[in-house]
């Protein structure tokens, strides 16, 4: 019987019982921070990252891992397992997957599938566990890349961000970009569209905003039984309000908090808080 491994990286920000439990291998982007080289998650945690960057004159940036991080990763998953499904954060929002399949140039050991998931943060975790568990039932590589592959075609991600101020620095992400001429109060809803990170609607408050985004979820779930989390960015206790909403609101297989990873909340700031939804079943709404 084949053993599968798993990889995914940190922007999935996965709780690490998640990872234990699942037996999820991690690489870590990567945070540069003027002359430091800071792993995600390893060296920084989502919290430390956004305290600093609220007072830091310099102003970070986030990169993939490199091609070398990946090769002694697959390196090491070789010697226990006879195939690795790998997936990864959207080719929109990061090289990661670049790196990934660069890496396969000099390694041949045993076949690596890598998984443009066109997600991020619990959307890609979601994906993950679905390979993981389909791993953990000794199912063939072919079927652990499709569970990843068919969790990724159904998870939704919608955010809401507290301030336009850290994408009015700079941080244009995706079709998010339109909202730049807009007053700061505004509060966007922000989702993960076609590998992106875009603008979906704008809302005044963030309390009406936070509505709108149970909303639609509910419209997306569509009374389906989901997997759900709630994602945040130094905002536990809002994060922990937002739980007990959706867990009143959905027919929850499993539901998780978690944070934002620094890729992400460079662009949206603290105070953002989101959900991802991935139904069990296929046929789901288009929002």
Not at 10 to 38: C, E, F
Not at 246 to 255: G, K, P
Request: glycine fraction near 6%; proline fraction near 5%.
């Amino acid at each position: 019987m084949a053993k599968v491994a798993v990889l995914t990286d940190s922007t999935a920000y996965l709780p690490a019982k998640l990872v234990d439990q699942n037996g999820i291998h991690v690489i870590p982007a990567i945070v540069l921070w003027g002359s430091q080289t800071l792993l995600d998650g390893v060296d920084i945690t989502p919290t430390e990252f956004i305290r600093r960057l609220r007072d830091d004159p310099i102003h970070p940036t986030t990169t993939q891992a490199n091609p070398e991080d990946f090769l002694r990763i697959y390196e090491q998953l070789a010697t226990e397992h006879d195939a690795i499904v790998a997936p990864l954060i959207s080719t929109e929002l990061s090289g990661m997957i670049n790196s990934a399949q660069i890496a396969l140039s000099d390694f041949d050991r045993v076949p690596v599938r890598i998984v443009d998931t066109r997600l991020t943060t619990m959307g890609l975790g979601f994906a993950a566990l679905a390979a993981a568990r389909a791993a953990s039932q000794g199912k063939p590589l072919e079927e652990v890349e499709e569970a990843a592959r068919a969790a990724a075609s159904r998870a939704k991600v919608l955010f809401v961000v507290d301030t336009l101020e850290y994408l009015h620095r700079g941080g244009r992400v995706g079709g998010a970009s339109w909202l730049l001429g807009t007053a700061l109060s505004i509060k966007p809803l922000l989702h993960l569209n076609e590998g992106r990170v875009d603008a979906l609607e704008r809302v005044r408050t963030k309390k009406k905003a936070i509505n709108r985004m149970l909303d639609l979820g509910a419209h997306y779930a569509g009374g389906r039984p989901v997997r759900a989390a709630v994602i945040h960015v130094d905002s536990l206790e809002e994060a922990k309000v937002l739980e007990s909403r959706v867990a009143e609101r959905f027919d929850c297989l499993e539901l998780h908090v978690t944070d934002l990873s620094p890729a992400i909340s460079i662009h949206t700031g603290p105070g953002t808080l989101g959900l991802s939804l991935c139904p069990d079943e296929a046929q789901v709404p288009v929002l």
